[in-house]
C-alpha cells in the first residue's frame, strides 16, 4: 500500500523524467556530484538514483558506484541509458538492505523532500549506519523554499518539445495541516497516456537550509560544507539549492 511521501508517480513518468525533472535541472549537480566522487576514498552509493542522470555520469568517469530507486520503470530507464553491467537496485531509501563499505552516499535533487518525519529520518540514518564505512561522507540536497509557490493554485510549468511533439505540464502546490505541501502534476502529450491526462500527486516535506542542517547534524553527522546552486551562488538568497556535506 502506498505511504504518503513515497514518489510512487515516478513509476507513471519514467518514460518521459528526462523531458520533465531531468531537463528542468538548469544548474551544473551532475558535475558537482561527479568532483564530489572523484574525492571519496572507496565506492559511491546513490540514492534515488531515478533514471541514471548522475550514475551515468560517475561510471562512464570509471568510478564504482551503485545506484538504488524505489521505483522499477525508473530503474528499467537507468539500466537502458548506463548499460547492462551497472549495479542498480530496487530500495526505498528508508529500508536499506546493503551491508557495504561505500566511502560516499550522494542524495540529490531533493530527495530528503520525501522524508516528511522525525522517523523517516531515523530510517534513513540506521540504513546508512550499516551501509557506509567510517568516515564516509554524505551529500544531501534541496531546493530552497519559496514560499509563495504553495498558493494551492494551477500554473504552467512548461511545454516542450519531447520525440517530435509538446509535452506540457501544469503543477498545483498546497500546503497540507502538517505543514507538508502537496504536489499534483498533470501531462498532456499528443499520441501518449492513452490520449488522457496524465496526472500524478505527492507528498513532499520543504526544508529551508537551517531546517535541513539541524536534521542532518541530528541523525547523520556533521555538516562540513554547505554549497549554495553547487557553487554556482554565493548564497542562499541568491541560490534554488542548498548542498550539505555531512561528515560521520
Known amino acids: 500500500m502506498h505511504r504518503p511521501g513515497l514518489p ?10 528526462d523531458a520533465d525533472m531531468g531537463a528542468s535541472m ?17 565506492p559511491v552509493l546513490e540514492l534515488g538514483c531515478g533514471s541514471g542522470r548522475v550514475l551515468q555520469a560517475l561510471l562512464a568517469d570509471g568510478l564504482l558506484a551503485v545506484g538504488i530507486d524505489r521505483s522499477l520503470p525508473m530503474l528499467q530507464q537507468a539500466r537502458a541509458r548506463c548499460g547492462s553491467e551497472a549495479s542498480l537496485l530496487q530500495m526505498d531509501m528508508r529500508q536499506l538492505a546493503l551491508r557495504g563499505h561505500f566511502a560516499l552516499a550522494l542524495l540529490p535533487y531533493s530527495l530528503v523532500t520525501y522524508l516528511l518525519d522525525e522517523a523517516g529520518w531515523q530510517a534513513l540514518a540506521e540504513g546508512l549506519s550499516q551501509t557506509l564505512k567510517e ?47 502537496r504536489i499534483e502534476r498533470r501531462y498532456r502529450l499528443p499520441g501518449a497516456f492513452d490520449g488522457r491526462t496524465l496526472c500524478t500527486h505527492e507528498q513532499i516535506r520543504a526544508y529551508t537550509p537551517t531546517q535541513l542542517q539541524a536534521l542532518c547534524e541530528r541523525h547523520l553527522g556533521r555538516v562540513s560544507a554547505i554549497a549554495w546552486d553547487y557553487g554556482q551562488a554565493a548564497s542562499a538568497e541568491d541560490a534554488r539549492f542548498c548542498t550539505l556535506t555531512v561528515e560521520r
Request: glycine content about 6%.
Open 8 to 17: 510512487v508517480s515516478y513509476d507513471r513518468i519514467a518514460t518521459i523524467y
Open 26 to 42: 538548469a544548474l551544473p549537480d551532475v558535475g558537482y556530484y561527479l568532483e564530489q566522487a572523484r574525492l571519496a576514498a572507496g
Open 135 to 181: 568516515r564516509a561522507r554524505i551529500i544531501i540536497d534541496a531546493f530552497i523554499p519559496r514560499p509563495q509557490l504553495a498558493d494551492g493554485r494551477w500554473m504552467r510549468d512548461y511545454a516542450r518539445r519531447h520525440q517530435g511533439r509538446w509535452l506540457v505540464r501544469h503543477k498545483r502546490i498546497q500546503q497540507v495541516n502538517d505543514g507538508s505541501h
